[in-house]
């Protein structure tokens, strides 16, 4: 599947690995980073509106949709260090030095860690519905943490996760776009299914993303909160109502790695670009005039 309007291409951003990409509108760049289990069809409604004045850039991930998928030889292929090198070198590629970058889910760990590394790349940041990848891990505990038990799976060293899932991806994956979604209408027939296609094609490196996050991701992160290292552009956050659900101030959480930091709640599920794009379209033009 596609998005009306969006001219597609491959782009080469690393040595064996290419990102598929849509692009679309002309004016200053955003890009959008998707989330699990999906692919960049996920900002289909955010990005069309967007592309009215802005040239909107949707990659696929490394690992995800129809970008490449290389074999994890080190630990590092999927970390989110090298994903944010990805984009950045996809930006570049693309005529963009500088540019807006919104990510759901796993992008907005992506995102964040750009964010870090390559500040001056990064003019707003917009993140949904994710943690810092070391204050996820912080704040998960007890049965609360029954949630997120993918995260426990898929940090499991290689080859039984893998094999799990691989029995029946269809099953595994389509578990959260079931479950994490208050609209049903949100994710049709047709796009749900272009997602399971998608991640039953790429159940390795998908294990490999989320292996990193409890290894590599984490390092990288605890070392910046050592260091004292901020995200100095403005940014936005926007989260469904599970903060206090859980037991933790999310906002509380994300200031102490922001300067200038606006926190807002969506009344959604987590599939917020589906279920609420009005909300998120405004919350990113808010943000970009900031």
Same mark, same amino acid.
């Not at 289990?37 to 802005?54: N, S």
């Not at 970008?67 to 984009?87: E, I, L, N, Q, W």
């Not at 007890?142 to 949630?147: C, D, E, K, L, P």
């Not at 993303?209 to 290894?215: F, H, K």
């Given at each position: ?35 699990f ?18 040239t ?10 129809d ?21 950045v ?16 889910d796993?992008?907005?760990l ?31 505990h ?6 997120a ?5 898929? @940090?499991? !060293? /290689? ?7 691989? +029995?029946?991806? #269809? =099953?595994?994956?389509g578990?959260?776009? $079931?479950?994490?979604?208050?609209s049903?209408? @949100?994710? !049709? /027939? ?6 399971l296609? +998608?991640?039953? #094609? =790429? ?5 490999a $993303? ?6 590599v ?5 605890t ?30 959480r ?37």
């Open positions: 599947m596609r998005i009306p309007g969006f001219h597609y291409r491959r782009v080469t951003v690393a040595d064996g690995v290419a990102l598929n990409v849509a692009t679309a509108g002309e004016g200053d760049p955003v890009v959008l980073l998707h989330g289990p999906q692919t960049h069809l996920m900002w289909r409604h955010v990005a069309t509106d967007l592309a009215a004045d802005h909107v850039i949707c990659p696929d991930l490394r690992g995800y949709g970008s490449d998928k290389p074999a994890d030889t080190d630990g590092h292929t999927y970390s989110k260090r090298t994903a944010a090198g990805d984009v070198a996809l930006a570049r590629l693309l005529g963009h030095d500088r540019f807006a970058l919104a990510g759901h796993r992008g907005a992506v995102a964040t860690r750009l964010g870090l590394d390559h500040p001056d790349a990064v003019t707003h940041l917009a993140l949904l519905d994710v943690l810092p990848t070391l204050d996820t891990w912080e704040v998960l007890g049965v609360t943490a029954s949630v038990f993918h995260l426990y799976l898929m @940090a499991q !060293p /290689p080859g039984l996760p893998e094999q799990l899932i691989s +029995a029946a991806p #269809d =099953a595994f994956f578990h959260f776009l $079931d479950t994490w979604t208050r049903p209408d @949100a994710i !049709p /027939p047709e796009v749900r299914a272009a997602y296609t +998608a991640s039953r #094609d =790429a159940v390795t490196s998908i294990v $993303d989320y292996r990193a996050s409890a290894g991701d984490v390092e990288h992160d070392a910046d909160k050592r260091a004292g290292h901020r995200l100095t552009m403005p940014v936005t956050v926007l989260q469904q109502d599970w903060g206090a659900a859980l037991g933790y101030d999310a906002t509380a994300w200031r102490a790695w922001a300067d200038d930091l606006e926190h807002t709640t969506v009344s959604c599920g987590h599939f917020m670009a589906e279920e609420a794009p009005a909300d998120i379209v405004k919350a990113l033009r808010d943000l970009m005039n900031r």
